[in-house]
């Protein structure tokens, strides 16, 4: 059956806020205690998957966390009413508050990894919550992701849903960010490619010296397994460890991948020359590497600008668009580069660029914000779909966010017990829209 390459984009949670969590992470460091919109923010993210949708994409949508997160402050000790809970947890630690407050489940790319049913042994499309443990504030999402995956990919003749991986730095998992893959068509057997900073249990690997590898070998080898992916079109890479140093949190940062094209900057990864003939070997003839010099574009321009978090997409009659962040218009070198390639034509063909700012500021660009998923015919019709982009859908969005979402939150306002309340009346009305059942732990 005929198969597409869909986008699920997550929205944008009420409580978007800039609260610097995620050392190694340049912009959201860069950012912190900044003021923060996140009525703008869900309506640049919904701008997007409508401008995807519009032209002729697959386009789904994920629902938000619930933040802040009560059910974690409990756990950590903080009793009382609601409020009471979050009046002692900012005493505490206004820092502790923000980690259980944070939005970043927008970053969907890292919800998971997930494999077509194309390169599966069982026939069916696989999914794994990232655990996400190399930071607190994203650690404690992966239940809740499982539960938004399952109410959206719900029918069991054609999904796989599996548990997140133990959570342990020896399996340090970060999900999509970290994982692509490739193929002549979307619905034949493709090349799953697995990306990872660090081993956990072998020394002889290098490691970066200033910021955390987040993602192990040994969590996508577990991931690869799990998913009963096949050896030969299993490919396994290290990242670069200079460049994580220098603010690459996640391969996405630095690499894409679509089809048959690897768009990657010139020291993405570690022996990369090996890197690209295994993956040339993996996938036979016509495999297509844009190797970005750093004399056209540096490593600091990749990171400033997210050129390489931009989504690699094709359309139906072949011709692959990049979806760009405006962040790299308004840098000369990386503008110039990507109009030269294009006139080059050497696999990319044409240039769109959003508004991100309100992501991009916290530290993620156009293929952060999106989890990609391929579906067959039967698999589309499988899919909730209540959950898929339309013009109505688009409008009850945007309405839901003028009715629920603030265009202000400074730190102190996490604390605020009335934000609470306006979160969940946001997301039970979501759920309800979406037709997702009781997925959040205030909804039990």
Not at 354 to 371: E, H, I, T, V
């Amino acid at each position: 059956m005929k198969a597409v390459e869909s986008n699920f984009d997550g929205l944008v949670g009420p409580t978007h806020n800039y609260s610097g969590l995620s050392v190694g992470n340049i912009a959201s460091k860069s950012n912190q205690s900044g003021v923060s919109n996140p009525k703008q923010a869900v309506k640049q993210g919904l701008e997007k998957m409508k401008a995807l949708h519009d032209m002729g994409f697959v386009q789904g949508v994920l629902a938000p966390q619930e933040r802040p997160d009560i059910h974690t402050l409990r756990r950590l000790g903080f009793s009382g009413s609601d409020s009471e809970v979050l009046k002692k947890s900012y005493q505490y630690s206004p820092q502790l508050l923000a980690a259980c407050s944070s939005a970043s489940s927008m970053w969907t790319a890292n919800a998971g990894t997930v494999s077509p049913s194309a390169d599966t042994t069982d026939g069916k499309v696989h999914f794994t919550p990232a655990n996400l443990i190399n930071k607190f504030h994203r650690s404690i999402e992966d239940q809740v992701t499982g539960n938004i995956l399952k109410a959206t990919f719900s029918d069991e003749e054609h999904f796989v849903h599996h548990q997140a991986l133990p959570h342990s730095d020896y399996f340090g998992d970060e999900g999509a960010a970290n994982h692509t893959r490739f193929c002549r068509e979307y619905g034949e057997q493709g090349v799953e490619f697995f990306i990872f900073g660090k081993s956990a249990f072998n020394e002889s690997y290098l490691a970066p010296k200033k910021y955390p590898a987040r993602q192990t070998l040994e969590a996508s080898e577990a991931i690869a397994r799990t998913h009963g992916l096949r050896e030969q079109f299993t490919v396994f890479a290290q990242q670069n460890p200079d460049v994580i140093d220098q603010g690459v949190f996640h391969n996405d940062v630095i690499a894409v991948g679509n089809k048959n094209t690897l768009f990657c900057h010139q020291q993405a990864f570690l022996n990369q020359e090996k890197v690209k003939s295994d993956l040339c070997a993996s996938y036979g003839s016509g495999f297509n590497v844009i190797e970005v010099p750093t004399d056209k574009v540096s490593v600091q321009d990749a990171v400033e600008t997210y050129l390489f978090n931009s989504q690699l997409i094709t359309k139906a009659d072949g011709t692959t668009l990049i979806i760009l962040p405006e962040h790299c218009r308004q840098n000369s070198r990386v503008w110039a580069y990507l109009n030269e390639l294009v006139e080059q034509k050497c696999g990319i063909d044409e240039l769109h660029t959003f508004d991100l700012k309100q992501s991009m500021q916290n530290g993620g660009g156009p293929a952060c914000l999106r989890l990609r998923v391929v579906l067959n015919e039967a698999e589309q019709k499988a899919v909730n779909q209540h959950t898929l982009m339309s013009e109505e859908l688009f409008t009850t969005l945007n309405l839901w966010a003028d009715k629920h979402y603030r265009d202000r939150i400074e730190d102190k306002d996490l604390a605020d017990p009335q934000l609470l309340v306006e979160s969940r009346s946001a997301l039970d009305e979501l759920t309800q829209i979406m037709h997702l059942g009781s997925i959040y732990p205030f909804q039990k």
